[in-house]
Every structure is written in C-alpha cells, then in structure tokens.
C-alpha cells in the first residue's frame, strides 16, 4: 500500500494547461503517473466542454511523465439555494458493504435526532430502494424538482434505480450520470439537513465528477480489512483530497465473523487493516463493523439492522455517533 499524496503539477505545466484551455483549470495534480485535472465547465455547451477535454488531452500526450489523464468537468450554479450538507460515502471497489453502511449510517443519525435524507447515486446498481423496503414507490415531482420517497426509517430517500428502468445502469456514461444525480441531489430536500450519498464504487472520472461538482461536507470511506481493498481505500482517500473534500474517517466493514451458533468472533481476513491504514494515513478511525449474517438477512428483507434493537444496530450507533460529532465539530 502506498500512502503517496497527489502532488500539485510544476507552475510550468499548470500555466501549459491553463492556457489549452482557455484558463478554465482550476486544479491539477499527478499521482502514481496519473494527471488529475479540474476544469471549470460553467457556461460551456456540451460542444464546448468536449472541445476544452480535447485541447486538454492533446497538451498532455507529450509530457514523459504522464500515463493516465482524468478529467472532471464542473460548473458552478449562479445561485446555490442552501440545502442540506452532503456527506459522501465512498470505497475503492464494490462488495465492500458501501450501501448497507450508507443506509444504517442514515438510518442510526436518523435514530439519534438528526433530520436525515439519502440519495443513492451508484449508477453500477442502485440498491437503496430494496434496502429501504420502498423499492415499488415512485418520487413525484412538483414544480420541477423530485419529491423523496419516504419510508418507515424516516429517511426520505432518492434513488437513480427511480429515473432508469433494472438493468439499464451500466449503459449510463458520465454526463447523463451526472445530470442525473443532479436532479437527486437539487430535489424537494426542505426538512433535511444532512444528505448521505451512496456513491457509485470506485475512483473514475464519474466519481471524481460527481464529488467535485456536488462539493461534499465531508466523506466515509468504507473498506474490507484485505490489503487489497485497503489499496483501492487509498484511492478512494486521495480522490476525495483531490477535489479538495475532507475525510470524516475509515470504517472497516465484514471486519471479523459472528459464527452465527456460538457468537464467537473469528478474522477469517485479518483484522484492524484499515485502523492500521487510518493511523497511517492520518484520519479518524470511524468503527468497524462485523461480518455477520443477521446483517446480511435484514439487509435483504429490506429492514435495515441499525433501526432495531438488537445487537447488528451497535456498531452502526456508535460509527453514526461520530459522524454526528465530526459535523457538529464544523457546524
Ligand atoms: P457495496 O455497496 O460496497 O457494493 P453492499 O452494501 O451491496 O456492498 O454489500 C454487498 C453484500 O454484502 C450484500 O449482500 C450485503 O448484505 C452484504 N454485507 C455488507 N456488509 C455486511 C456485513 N457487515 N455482514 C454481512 N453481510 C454484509
């Protein structure tokens, strides 16, 4: 694992950049031989935004240093109502439990007296509706804007399995993505004050798009205690630092087995990885979860564990309590 930062580009390349694309870079950094760049696409028509990537791309083919080119475009709107903060939940790679934290994060802050919404933002395989026993509510709209769905949990909730029909997610690209999860996001919100976004798994320029437009409050990072998804947790970490939002902290999901008979906790993938990783890194430590099955089935019947009483709800109570903490801390 490799806890190299990215590092801002020479001034040289930046003024390069800058004037390929008609000084509408806000920020570039290269990691690992990766140029990340930030451009400020507000104003700009679909043409245009493509004609500054291509003028971008052509004046990056020839730096040495260079393998790989992210692009994230976004605009910033004239007037941005205030609406609730955003707190991203984000992991390097699926199946690491990403939306089981994010709904009973949700859920648990619900539970504890915050006024708590979510939006389910992950294209790959929006979950949220199954997860919330809402999956056969459809949103309204008034006035142009998506009302939520609300559900038993009282965590009103938006999906993008509610604007496309099961199985057509993997055909979305980018820019519908986005456009998209805008709508979820600028939606009737009025009675929240936290939004938990589910985010697509993964650290591409879908990602990278969507955190850097919607400007999270701050971010989760949810990982697996294997070496493995503690590196793609790395970069996770480092494409919320590059569009410039801050990490709450880690949490280490399926870290150690309840055996379902004796209740004795077993590692079958080691455990403590990602606090380790945390500690390393610098960031808060959020709590871990356990692999157990009593999760897994409420996950399925579509009642979440931290709503309950029992056991399962504990962990997510007290990762909640420290998000609520780390908020309040910047309110
Ligand atoms: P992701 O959003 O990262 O793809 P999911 O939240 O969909 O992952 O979880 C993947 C699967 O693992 C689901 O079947 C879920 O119920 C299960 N799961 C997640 N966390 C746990 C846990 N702590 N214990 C048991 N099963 C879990």
Redesign the pocket.
């Known amino acids: 694992m490799t806890d190299e930062k990215p590092q801002p580009v020479s001034p040289e390349m930046l003024e390069s950049l800058r004037a390929a694309s008609n000084n509408r870079v806000q920020s570039a950094k290269i990691r690992d031989a990766v140029l990340t760049i930030i451009v400020d696409a507000s104003g700009l028509d679909p043409d245009a935004r493509a004609g500054v990537e291509r003028s971008l791309r052509a004046a990056t083919l020839s730096l040495r240093d260079v393998r790989d080119v992210r692009i994230a475009m976004t605009a910033e709107k004239a007037v941005k109502p205030a609406g609730p903060r955003i707190i991203a939940v984000g992991?390097g790679k699926?199946?690491?439990?990403?939306?089981?934290?994010s709904v009973n994060l949700a859920v648990a802050l619900a539970k504890a007296g915050l006024r708590v919404g979510m939006v389910d933002a992950?294209v790959y395989?929006p979950?949220l509706p199954r997860l919330l026993s809402s999956e056969d509510v459809k949103p309204r709209a008034e006035d142009n804007k998506l009302i939520p769905v609300p559900n038993g949990y009282g965590v009103p909730m938006l999906s993008m399995g509610h604007l496309i029909a099961p199985g057509q997610a993997i055909a979305w690209r980018g820019p519908m993505a986005g456009n998209a999860l805008g709508q979820l996001v600028d939606a009737d919100w009025r009675g929240t004050d936290i939004l938990v976004i589910?985010l697509p798994?993964g650290t591409g320029d879908v990602q990278l798009t969507m955190i850097s437009k919607h400007k999270p409050f701050g971010a989760v990072i949810?990982s697996t205690p294997q070496d493995l998804a503690l590196m793609d947790a790395t970069r996770a970490i480092n494409l919320f630092e590059t569009a410039g939002v801050p990490i709450i902290g880690l949490v280490e999901?399926?870290s150690g087995y309840a055996c379902p008979h004796c209740g004795e906790v077993s590692e079958p993938f080691g455990q403590g990885g990602a606090e380790a990783a945390a500690a390393a890194m610098k960031l808060d430590f959020l709590g871990r979860?356990?692999?157990?099955?009593a999760?897994?089935r409420a996950?399925?019947a579509g009642t979440p564990p931290a709503a309950g009483t029992d056991a399962e709800a504990a962990p997510f109570a007290a990762i909640a309590e420290r998000v609520a903490a780390w908020i309040r801390a910047r309110d």
Do not use: A, F
């Open positions: 992991s699926g199946g690491v439990g990403k939306s089981t934290l992950d395989g979950s589910d798994p949810v999901n399926m979860v356990p692999l157990d099955i999760v897994r996950s399925d």
